[in-house]
């Protein structure tokens, strides 16, 4: 026991050392997967470890994020962030985030690949202390199957919490599914003849969804330019500057 108290963390070997140090507000423990927190305590022990990128609470259980690998996920995570942003810089009024962390609910605190939200007027805002608080409108997952909690206890969080429009991009099934939120259920958004799938709260915000799934980045931005020249965009941007 005690050669491998030698390779434990200092406040790890004091803590087994000494019970009692378990019940001291001076501790904090590690998060670990599957650990059921409060939001308030989750936050605490993530605050504690700044090494740890990336951890989640979702309905009140801890989900922390393996390696990511550069084609299952690198990679499509750098082209969603590319299409968001190119319609982030043309819609002043809009905030895009990367890997931001949302506060939800009391028991819940996802930290999503893509957010896009309305800064004045919209659903959600940001706090004293530089977080998301409230639903964005628009929130994008990269997944890495249909086995994903992304698309089964994360969207039920989401729909619940009225995130209007919800994208996960299930990577090793080569599938994309837009949702948005209609009478508190999430309904499918379809391409339309040009295999194009439009966002319904974002004006102009377009997604050749098949072109996104070929890799064929410049053909995603095509697609999004001629959404950016509509007069509906024009109309929305003008709609975001006289909110503020």
């Known amino acids: 026991m005690l050669c491998l108290l030698k390779f434990l963390s200092p406040t790890l070997t004091i803590m087994m050392a000494s019970p009692r140090l378990l019940n001291s507000p001076l501790t904090v423990l590690p998060l670990e997967n599957g650990d059921r927190l409060s939001r308030v305590e989750f936050e605490r022990r993530y605050s504690a470890m700044p090494q740890l990128k990336k951890a989640e609470l979702i309905e009140g259980m801890v989900y922390m994020a393996s390696p990511l690998r550069f084609r299952s996920h690198g990679k499509p995570h750098a082209h969603i962030m590319t299409w968001l942003g ?126 996104l799934l070929a890799g064929d980045l410049a053909r995603v931005l095509e697609v999004l330019q001629q959404g950016l020249t509509t007069q509906e965009h024009q109309s929305f941007v003008e709609s975001l500057a006289s909110s503020h």
Do not use: M
């Open 86 to 211: 190119t319609y982030d810089a043309a819609t002043p009024g809009v905030e895009l985030g990367d890997n931001a962390t949302v506060r939800l609910d009391a028991d819940n605190e996802p930290q999503p690949d893509a957010l896009l939200r309305i800064d004045a007027g919209g659903r959600s805002h940001i706090s004293d202390d530089d977080y998301v608080e409230g639903a964005p409108e628009l929130i994008v997952e990269i997944a890495a199957s249909s086995a994903s909690y992304d698309l089964h206890e994360k969207l039920r969080v989401y729909r619940r919490n009225g995130v209007q429009e919800y994208v996960i991009w299930r990577v090793y099934n080569c599938e994309l599914d837009w949702f948005k939120l209609r009478d508190g259920e999430y309904v499918q958004l379809e391409p339309n003849a040009e295999g194009i799938i439009c966002s319904e709260v974002f004006p102009g915000l377009r997604l050749d969804k098949f072109a």
